[in-house]
């Protein structure tokens, strides 16, 4: 790609360059990416600091630290989040959606999670068509 004007953090996909304002916003964005494509080879994506992949040992940070991507679980119709004591989020969508389920929220058959509150709404809701 030479002649490409890199920002300090890109994110490349299939479709192009994104830039992002910061690192963790990089990442989210690589896990939204990857998490909704099928992983064709046009559907590889790469976060990029100025303009070379990035990799964490690049952060100069001892070899114990890390950064994580953890999920996080908000019903749908009033953004309540999920809160566990034990955990404060999901390493895997699966294991967060299954979570909340055996916790007593309840998934539409749209997808979408709706918390145990217990009004109009949310009972509506709860009821799928």
Known sequence: MTGTAYGEWT???GNGLLPMPDLATALLALAAYTATHTGGESDRA??????????PDTLGLPGSLRPVLLWN???SLCGSEWEDEYSPGFHH???AVDQVLDGGWHQRTDGALVCDADDLLHCTARQDP
């Open 11 to 13: 994110l490349r996909t």
């Open 46 to 55: 790469v976060v990029l600091h100025l303009g070379r992949p990035w990799h």
């Open 73 to 75: 679980v908000r019903c």
């Open 93 to 95: 969508v699966d294991t």
